[in-house]
């Protein structure tokens, strides 16, 4: 199985190298951030409780993402693998998924960081919000707060997959085609 996690702040251009090596390596594109809008959309307990939080720019609880993870894995046996992206994003989270994956057999291939300045972050992420609707795209200091929560809880796990020796690292700035290149010779 290939599985990748794609790495990087909050408007690094995750979903969108996501649909491109999707595509490419016929993966299951699982993103939490996706689920848990879903959720949302669908009115449930579950999405009501996290949408406070991410609209507050903080993350949902370890517990929650994790549980949606696990579902999926369960539910996508045959898969030829899965690109992670927005997860995982805690250290216990990143030693949820190993675990997860070591039950089934298997386990990451490499987590590919897209490297973008934080100013290239925020003028990306409101332009976005201006298409998406987002309500955690369209405010400064929201986007700030994301920002934040990923250099405390989530840059740490570049270390976690590092020790591993299955960190790589990708300017994440240039054209969508140049990145995908650079992330596919990463990957072969
Ligand atoms: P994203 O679409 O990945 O930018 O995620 C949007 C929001 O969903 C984040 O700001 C968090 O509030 C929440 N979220 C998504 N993925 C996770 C995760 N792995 N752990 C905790 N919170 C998450």
């Known amino acids: 199985m290939l599985n990748l996690v794609l790495f990087g702040p909050p408007g690094a251009g995750k979903g969108t190298q996501s649909a491109h090596l999707v595509s490419h390596y016929q993966l299951i594109h699982l993103s939490t951030g996706d689920l848990l809008r879903s959720e949302i959309a669908a009115g ?5 409780e996290a949408k406070h939080l991410m609209d507050q720019g903080l993350l949902v609880p370890d517990e929650v993402v994790i549980g949606m993870i696990r ?8 898969a030829k693998g899965f690109i992670f992206d927005g997860f ?11 675990n997860l994956l070591s039950d089934v057999g298997t ?7 897209l ?9 990306r992420l409101l ?4 298409d998406s609707g987002r309500s955690d795209d369209q405010d400064v ?12 809880k989530t840059a740490p796990v570049a ?3 590092n020790a591993q020796e299955k960190f790589r690292s990708i300017l994440g700035i240039g054209s969508i085609d140049d990145i995908f290149d650079a992330l596919r010779k990463a990957i072969d």
Do not use: C, F, W
């Open 107 to 113: 386990s990451i291939k490499a987590m590919l960081a």
């Open 44 to 48: 449930t307990k579950l999405g009501l």
């Open 141 to 152: 200091e929201i986007i700030r707060k994301r920002i934040n929560e990923y250099n405390a």
């Open 127 to 130: 332009n976005r919000g201006k």
């Open 159 to 161: 270390a976690h997959y």
């Open 71 to 78: 579902s999926k894995l369960e539910t996508n046996p045959d």
């Open 88 to 98: 995982p994003r805690t250290i216990p989270q990143a030693e949820a998924l190993d």
């Open 115 to 123: 490297e973008v300045n934080e100013e290239e972050l925020i003028k």
